[in-house]
């Protein structure tokens, strides 16, 4: 065959690559739950997903804990593709955060033997860890299409400055993993969501006041306070209602009007 003959017109069906990134305790782990069949692996010190099933927020998955070191979850992954009869429909790294920890510890650890000042000296060890990581992502990536697998990826953010390259520097939330690693993860992902809570204001003369709210959103378009987007034609937001299973009800019908 050659290779025009090999040209397409019509999508092939592909599981998701969706990164999940909210401030803390606003149901990144509880959303990310609700994808189908999934496998949710916690990363160094996340242990999400079984405090909200032994307080019933969430219904039982399984996950796998105690994956400490990133070889480890890069085996993990390579065990997963060489598996025939693969159960699970969705993977769960929970969170990027904890896994970009263990990607750097381990870099320094064999490449530096564990000497932190030669591991940062002139950015060089991060360069070392972001050939790793991106390794990661592509064989994860590899996972996807060969299994038909959904992988959805947890993060943590964190208040920083944003150099504006257009105008005046303003502070935005973003991802809380080094500045060499969050790239390979922003280009592998076809939809980034934010959760956030829906701030509630109110006006004393002059001042406005956040009073915080329990309404929560997802984010679907990156704003300048956040980052955020989506390939799959989804709305600016989705309400995420009052459960876990209502905010997943309402991405997965934005995601049917599009498909």
């Known amino acids: 065959m050659g290779i025009l003959e090999q040209v397409k017109s019509e999508p092939d069906p592909r599981g998701m690559r969706v990164v999940v990134l909210g401030v803390p305790g606003v149901g990144k782990t509880s959303f990310a739950c609700q994808a189908p069949e999934p496998l949710v692996i916690t990363t160094h010190a996340e242990d999400g997903v079984n405090t909200l099933m032994a307080s019933g927020q969430i219904e039982p998955v399984s996950y796998l804990d105690g994956l400490n070191s990133f070889t480890e979850i890069s085996n993990l992954v390579q065990e997963l593709r060489e598996t025939k009869d693969l159960k699970y429909k969705s993977i769960v790294i929970d969170t990027i955060n904890g896994l970009s920890v263990s990607c750097v510890k381990e870099t320094c650890d064999q490449d530096y033997g564990g000497d932190w000042n030669r591991f940062t000296a002139y ?11 991106r390794k990661f992502f592509y064989d994860l990536d590899q996972l996807r299409l060969e299994k038909g697998v959904h992988v959805f990826a947890i993060g943590h953010v964190k208040i920083g400055n944003f150099a504006n390259p257009s105008g005046q520097d303003f502070s935005r939330y973003q991802p809380d993993i080094h500045k060499t690693l969050w790239p390979v993860v922003e280009r592998w992902s076809d939809a980034i969501l ?8 109110s006006q004393d003369g002059l001042k406005v006041k956040g009073k915080g709210g329990t309404e929560r959103i997802i984010h679907c378009q990156g704003q300048a306070s956040f980052v955020a987007k989506n390939r799959y034609g989804l709305p600016p937001e989705l309400s995420c209602g009052k459960t876990p299973q209502a905010a997943w009800q309402n991405f997965a019908t934005a995601l049917g009007a599009n498909s």
């Open 123 to 133: 950015g060089q060890g991060y360069t070392i860890a972001a050939d790793r990581w």
């Open 194 to 201: 934010f959760m956030d809570f829906l701030t509630v204001t």
